[in-house]
């Protein structure tokens, strides 16, 4: 390999990875011109879809680590189809709909609860599923997100509500993150309530202005801080969803430039020269997130080999790091009279000069990379190599 290639190559792979906490469109690429590169998007983990009855309660589920609520320790909960979950099954709470404000002891109303907001929601309607949970996180630092994504509202089908609950391990405080809560006027006047109550409904809080009342959010981040066994702290913070996958209700755009070339989380590209590409996603038709990759293209392909033994320039190899990224790629070399002498569909393997054991002699031989698309082949690229004997 010639020493300006070496140093070429080296100044691009020294180049810095850029990605976002949340949405990661993968590491940037080194190719040679025409390699098929696979850009993959990817947003936080998939959630398990929650299946309901209209204002049904499910579970239990497993937290995936100790939570600690009103002084007691839970390492399962409940999930209320109208926008809260519980450390108890709360079986009278089936079927309940209309709105309260906490404290409330009535044995029909959700106790030792989160409501994150509790209203009437219409999540058996098709579409679903329109609840999602998944345990995130590392060890000592984790979190059990539940979320509501596009969720119809009781009476107003067109009105969709998206949040997520998020109970954090260690610190056991409680976030409540809202995208969008529409109103809707024509149901129990848009009462909703936004808050919590402990096992027998005797001690709860709520978000100021949001217990059993009509209100509205869009993009709000809340935490409800334990400051004793029977007392929280609420205070507003950032916005910030926890990423998880809420089913099918996610959307992917890849673009190159002003062009969009994809609507799949996966795209196949073969740039012949350096090209950056924009990955973006919508979450529950509400968030987008965007990142960026760069596929750098090393333009010199070696053009003469000689496989001698010498460790120096003994394969003819094409260049495509990371190699993961490099899925669809194939690669044939031909003689003169048009033979495969060599073939391989992995990026790291090279022609050492032979086919089935025998050394080929030594000449100029047709080269050709190409994937697979749509049942057809396309060539990316192709060149010529000469074996040096």
């Not at 024509?186 to 001690?203: H, P, R, S, V």
């Not at 990224?325 to 391989?344: D, R």
Request: charged content about 15%; glycine content about 8%; aromatic content about 14%.
């Amino acid at each position: 390999m010639p020493k300006s290639y070496l140093s070429l190559l080296t100044s691009y792979l020294l180049l810095p990875i850029i990605s976002f906490a949340q949405f990661d469109a993968g590491p940037n690429d080194t190719i040679n011109p025409g390699v098929p590169v696979t850009l993959t998007a990817t947003y936080g983990l998939i959630g398990e879809g929650v299946v309901t009855s209209d204002d049904g309660v499910e579970g239990p589920f497993s937290i995936g680590f100790s939570f600690s609520f009103f002084g007691n320790i839970y390492t399962q909960f409940y999930i209320g189809a109208n926008g809260w979950i519980s450390f108890s099954p709360n079986v009278n709470a089936r079927g309940t709909r209309q709105p309260f404000a906490v404290p409330n002891a009535a044995d029909y109303n959700p106790k030792n609860c989160i409501l994150g907001p509790f209203q009437d929601l219409n999540p058996i309607q098709a579409g679903g599923p329109y609840i999602f949970y998944r345990t995130v996180g590392a060890d000592s630092n984790r979190s059990m997100v539940v979320m509501w994504c596009q969720t119809p509202m009781y009476q107003c089908m067109d009105s969709l509500i998206t949040f997520q609950i998020v109970l954090n391990e260690g610190t056991n405080t409680i976030e409540n993150h809202l995208m969008v809560k529409p109103s809707c006027i024509d149901w129990q006047n848009n009462a909703a309530t936004q808050g919590m109550q402990n096992e027998n409904g005797y001690i709860g809080y709520a978000v100021p202005g949001r217990n059993a009342t009509s209100w509205s959010a869009r993009m709000e981040g809340w935490i409800f801080s334990p400051t004793s066994v029977d007392s929280f702290q609420i205070a507003q913070i950032p916005y910030n969803l926890h990423p998880i996958i809420p089913g099918e209700k996610i959307v992917y755009r890849w673009y190159q430039g002003s062009e969009q070339i994809s609507s799949q989380q996966r795209v196949v590209v073969s740039p012949t020269e350096t090209t950056t590409y924009h990955a973006y996603t919508t979450l529950c038709d509400g968030q987008e997130f965007m990142d960026s990759v760069t596929v750098y293209v090393i333009p010199y392909i070696p053009n003469a080999f000689t496989p001698n033994g010498d460790r120096l320039n003994d394969e003819f190899k094409i260049l495509g790091l990371p190699p993961e990224n490099i899925t669809e790629f194939h690669l044939q070399v031909f003689n003169g009279w048009g033979e495969v002498v060599f073939s391989t569909k992995s990026i790291e393997e090279g022609w050492d000069g032979t086919l089935k054991g025998e050394e080929c002699p030594g000449g100029v031989y047709v080269w050709a990379i190409f994937y697979r698309v749509d049942n057809k082949h396309t060539v990316t690229n192709k060149g010529l190599i000469t074996l040096i004997r």
